[in-house]
């Protein structure tokens, strides 16, 4: 059996990832979720430290209507996809591709404290329909 092995390739104009999804969220997931931080920053300024969810004031974080780790599958196997689980990625190009699949902001962010951000994703005692129809007014 031949034991392939995942790769950063970089050369003068640009870097190229070669390999599969785990190696890919392992090094290039952690720049998706700064640059989410970066580009919400202005949406997120917008909503004072008022939490979408709780309406208390903190500091808040960019909350996703749809997993992160989805959204870099979904690019990934759409446009990168060798064999089974295996991506030649143009890392540039992926992550002008990424920022774009949250476009518009406030239809794939919330904005919401730690608690109930932790909440939505760790102990799921609130959904997303949930502050969907928040945001609705219902």
């Not at 999804?21 to 720049?31: T, V």
């Not at 994703?121 to 949930?130: A, G, R, Y």
């Amino acid at each position: 059996d031949i034991k392939y092995t995942s790769s950063i390739v970089v050369d003068n104009k640009s870097a190229r990832f070669i390999g599969n999804f785990d190696d890919f969220k392992r090094y290039i997931g952690p720049k998706c979720r700064n640059d989410v931080n970066i580009f919400c920053k202005g949406e997120r300024i917008k909503h004072k430290g008022i939490c979408e969810w709780c309406g208390g004031k903190h500091e808040l974080q960019s909350a996703h209507i749809k997993d992160r780790p989805v959204i870099i599958k979904e690019i990934l196997d759409s446009d990168y996809r060798i064999a089974e689980d295996w991506y030649d990625v143009n890392i540039d190009e992926f992550l002008l591709k990424f920022k774009g699949a949250h476009m518009p902001i406030e239809e794939h962010i919330f904005f919401l404290c730690k608690t109930c951000h932790d909440k939505l994703d760790k102990e799921h005692s609130i959904s997303v329909e949930d502050i969907m129809n928040k945001r609705k007014g219902r």
